[in-house]
């Protein structure tokens, strides 16, 4: 039986999200109006999940479902931590301050997956059956610059990333937000042209795409 399956009741907003048309995306940035209630909203954003199927669908090769770590989403997740944690006004504004910067340096995403056996999902090691990159719709990739386990997932990742379970692996994956194109210049992976982009999963096994589509 699937991870899918399994979790079905503890995955909570993942189901939502999968069973929702994917939304379209802003990259505009400045200041938002949220509120901590604005939280699962904003989420569902910035979430994507995808699937590659075994044995007529009977098990998933790789169930992955991934948040991009925008500068939309960030702020976001500061004012629901901030409130969760009664942060002082000055306390929240430096974590905004702190977490915005991060977002103009390199592309995050925080990522949960489940394979069919668990060593073909450690993304670090050379066991793992699966490479991921970052795409635009340029057809320009980049590999990541970090992939960071997180290896017992807490309070904070089962609170804030709700389809993370015991039956996947957690990690943040960091990409640089430039590439060196074929011209030789160095161009940004996501700018204000792109219409879209893709975390792909690909390996012996298949290929899976999370897409998110830019609106402009």
Request: charged content about 25%; aromatic content about 12%.
């Amino acid at each position: 039986m699937s991870e899918v399956r399994r979790g079905a009741l503890a995955l909570g907003l993942a189901m939502a999200v999968g069973a929702c048309a994917s939304p379209t995306v802003s990259l505009r940035q400045g200041p938002r109006a949220y509120t901590a209630e604005s939280y699962d909203v904003v989420l569902q954003r910035w979430t994507r999940e995808g699937h590659q199927y075994a044995l007529q669908g009977l098990d998933d090769r790789i169930a992955v479902t991934a948040t991009y770590e925008s500068w939309d989403f960030r702020w976001a997740y500061v004012v629901r931590y901030a409130q969760d944690f009664r942060l002082t006004t000055p306390e929240r504004q430096e974590l905004l301050q702190h977490t915005l910067e991060a977002a103009q340096q390199e592309h995050e995403f925080y990522v949960a997956l489940y394979t069919q056996s668990r060593r073909w999902g450690e993304l670090t090691r050379p066991t793992s059956a699966w490479r991921v990159l970052l795409l635009n719709d340029r057809r320009e990739e980049v590999a990541p610059v970090a992939i960071e386990p997180i290896n017992r997932p807490g309070a904070v990742e089962l609170t804030y990333f709700p389809y993370t379970t015991v039956w996947r692996q957690a990690f943040r994956i960091r990409f640089p937000k430039y590439l060196r194109s074929a011209s030789g210049a160095e161009v940004e992976v996501i700018d204000e042209r792109v219409r879209s982009f893709r975390l792909r999963f690909s390996g012996p096994l298949g290929t899976t795409d999370l897409v998110w589509n830019v609106t402009h």
